[in-house]
């Protein structure tokens, strides 16, 4: 199973995927994560993208696409794999495309967690002042919007004209969103089991 979790950031993706991996075994991969974990360990890349996300940019393509191909060549036998801000462009939606059907596989769904805007940024707001993070700041998360905007949303027509993309609620609370996960990932394994 390889389901897209979809949205701008601050929509609940990344606490989604940590509950589906808790439940059904799935992987989580976050190139968010990735990329920060590159950071705190200080390798070359870490150093070379940390200045394009403070500022609230997309870091390349290229860079992107081999993370996550280094993690599904690792792990050949899972139940499932959660992708989490990725892709982000439509040549990672095509790249991935490539990598999964090189192992017989494909984007099974894509369940976008729909939000508005403010809501987001009060979120954002919120979570700066707990976490510190830099890319929370307003100015990087305008910018971070605005990336999502012009560069992301446009997959929600490739997506949807695959007949692949599914839409939620994302303002509804963890419960609720989860079990309208859960819901849409039973539907699409009975379909694929079929
Ligand atoms: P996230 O935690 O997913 O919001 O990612 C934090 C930052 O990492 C983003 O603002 C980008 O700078 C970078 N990043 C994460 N995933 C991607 C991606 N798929 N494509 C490009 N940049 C990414």
Redesign the pocket.
Known sequence: MNLILFGP?AAG??TQAKKLVGERGFIQL????M??AARSSGSELGKR?AA??DS??????E??ISLIEEQLAKNPKVAGFIF??????IP?ATALDESLARSGQKVDVVIRLKVDEQALIDRITRRFEAEGRA?DNPEAFKK?LV?YNSQTAPLVEVYSGQGKLREIDGMADVETVSASIARILDATLAQKAK
């Open positions: 950031p993706k990344g976050s190139t968010g994560d990329l920060r993208v394009i996300m609230g940019s997309l870091v390349s393509d860079v992107v989490d801000g990725f892709p982000r462009t990672q890319d971070r990336a």
